[in-house]
């Protein structure tokens, strides 16, 4: 329990020293912002701080926290420590950072921000890779719902159409299309603090539910070693596994979201830094959840691997568990919303990307639908094909927990470029951008869906390659910074 608690504290204190340093860092002023500048109606409008902060949240806030937590926990109480300080030394620098450039840069999307910073090969790969990326995270918030549903049907005595999965995926892409085709203040900025009321109702309800029922959450300093049933390596496995609970690329793919929405650039430090603790504290309370509900045998998380550890049926257990009766509809109602509503911003930010990638502007709303179709369309294509047994679930979510890592890598690499450009203290990015570089590479070597498909290669090898990789990357970085006191193309820069 102390554990935990002490985690907790380390969370919130960070926001308030470390979150306050990185605000330092950036340097927030009161210039005109992207959503008073542009104002366009559609993606360009001012929002309340309380808005930004819960729609921030809830984008961010998708199944990640706690189906990656709850896989994570499978480690044992070793993932508590990754998910605190990975969250104030990463995570929200990281998403910090990437609202905050594309606010400076006129709410450009992530792909955009990397050109301006990284060059113009870097943009067309990000390009790429984020439209990718966002169609796999829109795909996995929409099946991944639409189960949930089933179950909680299911569970409750209920069969026919009720009990039908692509029934419900039918309804969440549908919601999803209007998401992504209205103003972002039609239904997203109306809807979402109903869903936030969700969403903390079951953080709060599983936390004290944990301690109410007796349930035992193991300590760090009896626990510190690898409790994979399995044996699945801490590196770099656990490191890709909680990634929206510690840092996640795809936040990046959110946060221009808010930028254009914000009134003054100093709601960052609460909006963007502050809404990534909080999805560090919800990632937590169900990581001690998975630790604290199942079995331990031998040492190791044999109970919780076995009733499928970040799955549907796990998240349904604790929520009986720890709440029972009316207090499990509500819990599971806030695990349906997270992912539902990072779905949606997740095809709204594969919109924008194309739209900054073509110069389409999206005020007509005919060029709305021409990138809200195929977007969309791609989207169900993968949903429907896992509800038939054609796509394995599990192997859309491995693949986005890889990319969605190398993704935050790329854009801290890219903060690092710009607080270079801004004479300003860029390892504060620097140092996690190397660690997320190891990651990413060490992951790539040993998973079985990436190097693992063609040979299987050994720990003694992969991680000294590893740590190559990263220290590559840091040195180009630093060759770059100490030959560049002025870079040629700075002038060039949107600053």
Request: charged content about 10%.
């Amino acid at each position: 329990m102390i554990s935990f608690f002490l985690c907790l504290a380390i969370l919130i204190g960070g926001y308030f020293t470390y979150g306050k340093l990185v605000e330092k860092t950036f340097g927030p002023d009161d210039r005109e912002t992207p959503a008073v500048k542009i104002n366009d109606g559609v993606d360009y409008v001012v929002l309340p701080q309380w808005k930004l902060f819960l729609i921030q949240l809830l984008n961010i806030a998708g199944l990640g926290p706690i189906f990656g937590a709850l896989t994570g926990a499978e480690w044992g109480p070793v993932v508590f420590l990754w998910i605190t300080f990975g969250t104030i030394f990463a995570g929200a620098v990281h998403d910090y950072f990437s609202g905050m450039m594309s606010e400076r840069n006129n709410g450009d999307s992530v792909s955009e921000i990397a050109g301006i910073y990284l060059g113009s090969v870097m943009k067309n790969v990000m390009r790429v890779f984020s439209v990718i990326l966002l169609i796999m995270v829109g795909t996995v918030f929409a099946v991944g719902p639409a189960g949930l549903i089933v179950l909680l049907f299911t569970n409750g005595g209920f069969t026919g159409i009720l009990a039908n999965k692509l029934f419900w995926l039918v309804l969440v892409l549908a919601y999803y299309f209007l998401a992504t085709f209205l103003s972002i203040d039609k239904i997203i900025g109306k809807i979402y603090p109903v869903f936030g009321v969700c969403l903390i109702v079951m953080a709060i309800g599983v936390a004290v539910g944990i301690f109410t029922h007796g349930y035992q959450i193991p300590e760090l300093w009896t626990h510190f070693y690898n409790m994979h049933p399995s044996a699945t390596p801490i590196w770099s496995f656990m490191f890709i596994t909680v990634a929206c609970g510690a840092i996640s690329g795809f936040h990046a793919t959110q946060s221009p979201l808010m930028a254009r929405c914000m009134k003054s650039e100093k709601q960052g430090h609460f909006v963007f830094y502050g809404a990534m603790v909080s999805e560090g504290i919800i990632a937590l309370i169900w990581a001690a959840a998975g630790c604290a509900i199942y079995e331990v045998t031998g040492g190791l998380s044999t109970g919780l691997v076995e009733i499928g550890g970040g799955c549907p049926a796990s998240v349904y257990d604790i929520c009986s568990k720890t709440m029972g009766g009316v207090g499990i509809v509500l819990a599971m109602l806030g695990v349906i919303a997270c992912p539902i509503t990072s779905g949606d911003t997740a095809f709204r930010s594969a919109r924008l990307v194309l739209a900054d990638w073509f110069h389409i502007d999206q005020k007509s709303w005919k060029s709305r639908l021409v990138l809200c179709l195929p977007v969309l369309g791609v989207g169900a294509l993968l949903g429907i094909g896992n509800c038939l047994g054609f796509i394995d679930y599990t192997v859309i979510w491995r693949y986005f927990s890889w990319t969605n890592q190398t993704l935050a890598m790329i854009v801290l690499w890219a903060a690092s470029m710009y607080l270079f450009y801004e004479k300003k203290n860029y390892w504060i990015t620097a140092v996690p951008a190397t660690f997320m570089s190891a990651v990413s590479a060490t992951y790539f070597l040993m998973a079985p869906e990436c190097m693992g498909l063609l040979v299987k290669i050994p720990t003694v090898v992969a991680y000294p390659i590893g740590i190559i990789v990263a220290a590559l990357f840091l040195g180009i970085f630093v060759y770059t910074v100490k030959k560049r006191d002025v870079h040629p193309d700075y002038e060039t820069l949107k600053k």
